[in-house]
T-cell receptor, first 114, second 115 residues
Framework: AQSVTQPDIHITVSEGASLELRCNYS??????LFWYVQSPGQGLQLLLK??????LVQGIKGFEAEFKRSQSSFNLRKPSVHWSDAAEYFCAVGASGGSYIPTFGRGTSLIVHP | KAGVTQTPRYLIKTRGQQVTLSCSPISGHRSVSWYQQTPGQGLQFLFEYFSETQRNKGNFPGRFSGRQFSNSRSEMNVSTLELGDSALYLCASTSGTRGNTDTQYFGPGTRLTVL
């Protein structure tokens, strides 16, 4: 069965600092991988996804993530955080192929200090 | 274009009742997925419908069911409500192609409270 681990429950960064949110997955084959953001005003939003191809994926709001098969990781990065990035971030893994059932991590809460 | 709409936004029911939630996807999207979000279990996938057919189903009891209509609108039904069914129910729509350009859009959710 597939699973996702987001090791950090909370992350605090200063505005303008760089950000990396960690995500490790467990799945036997090449997975589908996703990052979502959820904030009170915006609801749940897909930031980016990896289905195949280039392992460095660009998303919305200046985010990117890199799929590293050898480390079973799909970490989310942003070079300079804005106060509006404060939110809950979820990583998810979905089985590739015909059966597509995503499994979500428990989320990382991002706090941005001015 | 209009986003994903969910109705109702808030709902209060009592144990044993049933409830029907509705989701209207973005125009042209053929896939609708449903998710449950609770503080205890987090985000969980319920099911996905594509062109009126259930394409995938998560690990939920048979009390949870859904359907999709020819206009891609979807409903989910929960029968014999339990306290643990209190949650935010989210639906999302995509074109359904699962390609790299297929983007998923979420509705604002329906907050269900079971008393």
């Amino acid at each position: 069965a597939q699973s996702v681990t987001q090791p950090d429950i909370h992350i605090t960064v200063s505005e303008g600092a760089s950000l990396e949110l960690r995500c490790n997955y467990s799945y036997g084959a090449t997975p589908y991988l996703f990052w979502y953001v959820q904030s009170p005003g915006q609801g749940l939003q897909l930031l980016l996804k990896y289905f195949s191809g280039d392992t460095l994926v660009q998303g919305i709001k200046g985010f990117e993530a890199e799929f590293k098969r050898s480390q079973s990781s799909f970490n989310l990065r942003k070079p300079s955080v804005h106060w509006s990035d404060a939110a809950e971030y979820f990583c998810a893994v979905g089985a590739s192929g015909g059966s597509y059932i995503p499994t979500f991590g428990r989320g990382t809460s991002l706090i941005v200090h001015p | 274009k209009a986003g994903v709409t969910q109705t109702p936004r808030y709902l209060i029911k009592t144990r044993g009742q049933q409830v029907t939630l509705s989701c209207s996807p973005i125009s042209g999207h053929r896939s609708v997925s449903w998710y449950q979000q609770t503080p205890g279990q987090g985000l969980q996938f319920l099911f996905e419908y594509f062109s009126e057919t259930q394409r995938n189903k998560g690990n939920f009891p048979g009390r949870f069911s859904g359907r999709q209509f020819s206009n891609s609108r979807s409903e989910m039904n929960v029968s014999t409500l339990e306290l643990g069914d209190s949650a935010l129910y989210l639906c999302a729509s995509t074109s359904g192609t699962r390609g790299n350009t297929d983007t998923q859009y979420f509705g604002p959710g329906t907050r269900l409270t079971v008393l």
